[in-house]
């Protein structure tokens, strides 16, 4: 007998669902609870509260702390039980991550004496390579990525080095097309890195400390990244822009049809 499909809970796939969710399923309890937890800009987060109030979504207890209206909240402990995917223990990112991550970025592109446009910048070739390798270096928290076509290159081994250093690096992809790629995926949970599977995924997305975004073409594999093929991507600190990838990233891992890198294994 196949398992009931959970219904989606009212708000869910908006950013009211992700307020919603951080208040009743990870604990955030203050203003800065939900932008450690969510990643969000202040502007949003003061945006999309306003609309929660406007609609008896969530209210605030006499301590000034939010609480989720009874219903909803029921709504959203019903759907997240038992799920696999990765939604449960979402982490604290502090706001000194975060501009730490965007300095960086900022000194790179300095450096490299690269303008950025609205926070915004375009990298090619061996830019858009050095720009990412930098970032994964300097990020202390949390690294979130997607991307389909993984194999052994030195990014990876940086992403090795992070994580043993105690950064949290999640990893969105899909299964490979031979043993010897699927077996680079498999042993990076021994470095400390989560790993998902999704086989819709065709996007190359990097968040660094939810500070800073790189979305290009480059796969993650020793000939996109050594150059063997031109690949090029927008890079961008506008807090509006990465609030909304690390909106539409946190939707994909936690679609239903996304699935720990662990339950493929025993599958």
């Not at 203050?30 to 502007?43: A, I, K, M, S, V």
């Not at 858009?128 to 030195?154: A, C, M, Q």
């Not at 995924?201 to 975004?213: E, L, N, P, S, T």
């Not at 609030?243 to 294994?265: A, H, Y």
Request: net charge neutral.
């Amino acid at each position: 007998m196949m398992p009931e499909e959970k219904t989606e809970p009212k708000f869910w796939g908006t950013y009211q669902g992700r307020i919603i969710k951080a208040i009743a399923i990870d604990g955030a309890r203050t203003w800065e609870d939900l932008r450690e937890l969510t990643g969000f800009n202040p502007r949003t987060i003061n945006s999309v509260l306003s609309d929660l109030f406007n609609n008896n979504a969530i209210y605030k207890i006499d301590n000034g702390e939010y609480r989720v209206a009874k219903d909803l909240y029921s709504e959203y402990k019903s759907y997240f039980t038992g799920s696999t995917g990765s939604s449960s223990g979402t982490l604290k990112l502090k706001q000194e991550d975060q501009q730490n991550i965007v300095r960086e970025f900022q000194n790179w592109l300095s450096l490299k004496k690269t303008p950025l446009t609205d926070k915004h910048v375009f990298l090619d070739g061996g830019r858009l390579d050095g720009l990412t390798s930098h970032l994964i270096e300097n990020v202390r928290t949390e690294l979130l990525i997607v991307n389909p076509f993984i194999g052994k290159s030195n990014m990876i081994n940086v992403m090795k080095d992070r994580a043993q250093k105690g950064s949290k690096i999640k990893i969105l992809t899909r299964l490979q097309d031979t043993t010897e790629k699927n077996d680079v995926i498999a042993h990076l949970p021994e470095y400390g890195m989560e790993i998902f599977v999704n086989q819709s995924v065709h996007a190359k997305i990097m968040i660094f400390d939810r500070g800073v975004a790189i979305i290009s073409s480059m796969n993650l594999n020793a000939f996109s990244v050594g150059g063997g093929s031109w690949e090029a991507g927008i890079a961008t600190c506008s807090e509006d822009v990465v609030s909304d990838i690390l909106n539409g990233i946190n939707m994909k891992f936690d679609e239903k049809e996304t699935r720990p890198w662990k339950e493929i294994q025993k599958g």
